[in-house]
């Protein structure tokens, strides 16, 4: 499997990261045909038939995190994250354990599969929820257009989903919230006071529409599975290393 051969040589991590492409769902590249025939785990599936393809990595680990019949049957909407995501957030644990003196991992299933079932339950909402659907959030005045929090599927963990109004500049004028709309999801640490130390990140594309919800694509360049890469890294260690995988 991809993941194999690049955990065998995790410092080559920017060498990987550089190789990996897919316009269309990396970036945003402009309007596709956003109606997919089938649910959101045939869609995904679609777009896992090579190595190469964005999401060969995060099938396999939704199918080794016991996580099919949610992505096949409910109605969610899914921020899915693109492999390099899961590289990144792979590579990381593994210098976390040279450093600590540890053996690194040779396969994403030396992780346990409840470590992946947590963290990938963050980024699925329960309903279908499209670009329109989500309030308006600016980052420097949240009292004003705050976005709003999301229960995801891990229950100990909440999300804030918005749409950020960028700017448009034309000459030398500047009109506010007047230019292009971008949904941006962000973790939030603390329940108690769920506006302070969000993780954010921006989706790539939005609103691919398959029968049972949405997903949008996060942007892969500024994410890391888990939305900080200590959290995987924590977790995984805490609920232990399984060497003896294949």
Known sequence: MKLNSILASFMLLL?????????????????HDPRFNGNMMAYLESKAQRPEDPFDTLVQIIRYAGMEDILKNEQITFFAPPDPTFEKALNNLNLDLYMLGKDTIQSYKDVKPEVYRRLLSEYI??????????????????????????????????????????????????????????????????????????????????????????????????????????????????????????
């Open 15 to 31: 060498v990987v990261l550089s190789s990996c492409s897919n316009k269309d769902y990396f970036e945003d590249s402009g309007v």
């Open 125 to 246: 909402i329960k309903g279908d929820y499209g670009l329109t659907d989500f309030k308006q959030v600016d980052t420097v005045a949240k009292y004003a257009f705050g976005g709003q929090i999301y229960q995801t599927y891990n229950e100990d963990a909440a999300i804030n989903v918005g749409v950020v109004f960028h700017d448009l500049k034309n000459g030398d004028a500047t009109i506010k919230y007047g230019g292009p709309r971008q949904l941006m999801v962000s973790y939030v640490p603390d329940f108690t006071n769920p506006t302070q130390n969000w993780i954010s990140t921006f989706v790539a594309s939005s609103n691919i529409q398959p029968d049972n919800g949405r997903v949008h694509v996060l942007n892969y360049r500024k994410h890391i599975f888990g939305y900080m890469g200590s959290r995987f890294t924590s977790l995984a260690i805490e609920l232990g290393i399984d060497y003896n995988t294949k």
